[in-house]
């Protein structure tokens, strides 16, 4: 009975990136409790009467508010990834790196370098031999021979002598 209340909870509380409760978004109406499946609610009388077509109008017009949901809900998760971008990128400092910079190379746990948790985080120094658009950069060791691939600049940072 437990996991039945967390689940009803998960699915009706209104979630803020989108607007909306997940429960709202696929059925198109708000849950009904049980209680309200035994002892009718004002809502459940009024959707019980009506007739045919009434009732066919009624559904044509609850799909229609469906579809209007689903896209108020997709621009509202827009809005709301546009705040957290915008948040984030203020957070951001931007690192500038020149030819010819001294820097140190990150060593990722997948590499053979790194050797336990004593091991060391960073290699190097490097110099920057080029720097590429969108943050790439091309090293070359201290002896003048050129790597041959690129790193992304969030994997160096500048040597301090």
């Keep these: 009975?437990?996991?039945y209340h967390m689940l009803y909870s998960v699915r009706t509380i209104i979630r803020t990136s989108i607007g909306a409760?997940?429960?709202?978004?696929?059925?198109?109406?708000?849950?009904?409790?049980?209680?309200?499946v035994e002892i009718p609610s004002l809502r459940i009388i009024q959707e019980v009467g009506l007739d045919?077509?009434?009732?066919?109008?009624?559904?044509h017009e609850h799909l229609m508010?469906?579809?209007?949901?689903?896209?108020?809900?997709?621009?509202h998760g827009q809005l709301y990834q546009n705040r957290m971008t915008k948040a984030f990128n203020k957070k951001v400092k931007p690192r500038q790196f020149t030819p010819r910079q001294l820097v140190l190379k990150k060593i990722f746990p997948h590499q053979g370098?790194?050797?336990?948790?004593?091991?060391?985080?960073?290699?190097?120094?490097?110099?920057v031999h080029r720097v590429?658009?969108?943050?790439?950069?091309?090293?070359?060791?201290?002896?003048?021979k050129v790597s041959t691939k690129p790193i992304n600049s969030d994997a160096i940072k500048k040597y301090y002598i």
Excluded: H
């Design 1 to 3: 009975m437990r996991s």
């Design 65 to 75: 508010l469906i579809d209007e949901n689903k896209m108020d809900a997709v621009c």
């Design 132 to 144: 590429l658009s969108r943050g790439a950069i091309i090293l070359s060791k201290m002896n003048g």
């Design 21 to 36: 409760t997940p429960y709202m978004l696929v059925y198109g109406s708000e849950a009904v409790i049980l209680v309200e």
């Design 113 to 127: 370098e790194a050797k336990g948790k004593f091991a060391l985080n960073w290699q190097g120094p490097y110099m």
């Design 52 to 59: 045919d077509a009434k009732w066919i109008r009624s559904r």
